[in-house]
């Protein structure tokens, strides 16, 4: 526990800045996103089904823009400009939930939104694995992670409180969460300067094939384990689906994406840390588990003791390999290509996001609820298979 505490005091003040830019944005997105699921299906009558497909489409359009920000980044040397670019973009598209009066505009906001994600996406994980000393990398990305998903349990939080004190007015919970967002885009302005690099290496055209060549194939392997992982994690909007399910009032339902998160923040910093000091494909084998045992609950449960038990689960799953596939990927990159191999990486993930979100939706509308968790289950499976097969071939 001393090592985990002097760890964390000698992460960089920028890390720490980057991270609550994170923890703000997120809390003005997860106040609109925790309730969007509710407010598309039972109030414009959307069906599962189409919530499936625009949720994966708004999840993929940010990973798949990740790799046009993050190769724009690597060419001009920077990567500030473009992560206040996406943030400005996700903070001015917060009044149009607001405002909106039908589905259209709904959907349009939403998918804004994640293009303004795509773009910070690649730069600012750029920017951190640029500031963070290479033995702490696990660490940096695991505290920004932490932070960012404190956000993402304040959001669902406020907006509880709030449907609660304003009998369920989603549009006035949605004004509200257009204030932490242009918080977080003044004190990305004036809170981050980033790492000069030298001159020799701007202006490099960072898709160019010699480029591309120098991702070699241990970073690739990162890329397929994240697209499978992604295919075994399909949106969170089905987590609030399958919540509403157990009978818990409309207001309350938001609160399973704050237990998820809780547990998410807490844990991805230590298992950050854990990352630096042991194999990382024994921590991705055990983060595999651990979602195959939430989603046996999630498909099981039928009271919310048993939804609290598998988006526990859940949370700890995050917490334990999404700052782990993160370092990764910087470890096996080359520094003056970080940004396009975090952008590639979240390409390949998007389209992995769509068909896992659509094929989860078709689940859900014709086999139940069992079946969409039962197959992120199969696909867990079919990751460790993988794994073991790899760790086999290294021997």
């Not at 009044?95 to 795509?118: C, E, H, N, T, Y």
């Not at 300067?193 to 241990?218: F, G, H, M, Q, V």
């Not at 994690?233 to 987590?239: C, T, V």
């Not at 689940?363 to 289950?377: K, N, V």
């Amino acid at each position: 526990m001393n090592d985990n505490t002097s760890s964390l005091k000698r992460i960089p003040i920028g890390i720490w800045v980057l991270g609550f830019v994170s923890m703000l944005m997120d809390i003005s997105s997860e106040m609109i996103h925790s309730l969007l699921p509710m407010f598309l299906v039972g109030t414009l009558g959307m069906s599962a089904f189409t919530v499936g497909i625009l949720e994966g489409l708004a999840e993929s359009t940010a990973l798949i823009v990740k790799v046009f920000s993050g190769a724009l980044s690597d060419y001009l040397g920077r990567r500030k400009g473009l992560a206040l670019v996406g943030y400005a973009m996700g903070a001015f598209t917060k009044p149009l939930f607001a405002l909106a009066s039908g589905s259209g505009l709904v959907i349009a906001a939403r998918l804004i939104d994640r293009v303004g994600k795509g773009i910070r996406g690649a730069p600012r994980d750029a920017l951190v694995a640029d500031i963070a000393p290479p033995a702490m990398r696990g660490a940096a990305f695991g505290i920004r992670q932490s932070l960012d998903t404190v956000g993402a349990f304040l959001g669902p939080l406020l907006a509880v409180s709030l449907m609660l004190l304003w009998a369920n007015d989603f549009r006035a919970v949605f004004w509200v969460a257009v204030i932490p967002g242009m918080l977080a885009v003044a004190l990305l302005f004036f809170g981050i300067s980033e790492p000069d690099r030298p001159s020799a290496e701007r202006k490099t055209n960072p898709i160019k094939r010699e480029n591309l060549k120098r991702l070699e194939s241990p970073y690739w392997w990162v890329v397929g384990v994240g697209a499978v992982f992604t295919l075994a994690r399909f949106s969170e909007a089905f987590l609030v689906l399958r919540a509403q399910q157990t009978g818990v009032a409309m207001a309350l339902v938001p609160l399973v994406m704050v237990a998820m998160n809780l547990v998410y923040a807490a844990s991805a910093y230590p298992f950050g840390w854990i990352s630096d000091r042991m194999s990382h494909t024994k921590l991705l084998a055990l983060g595999l588990v651990v979602l195959v045992l939430a989603d046996c609950v999630l498909a099981s449960g039928r009271d919310w003791m048993t939804m609290l038990a598998g988006v526990t689960l859940w949370g700890v799953h995050m917490g334990m390999t999404q700052g782990l596939l993160a370092t990764m990927v910087a470890d096996t990159a080359p520094a003056d290509l970080r940004g396009t191999a975090y952008g590639v990486f979240s390409l390949i993930c998007g389209v992995a996001m769509l068909l896992a979100s659509g094929f989860a939706g078709w689940l859900w509308e014709s086999h139940g609820p069992e079946a969409t968790f039962y197959s992120g289950a199969v696909f867990c499976i079919l990751a460790l298979l993988g794994l073991a097969l790899r760790e086999i071939r290294l021997r």
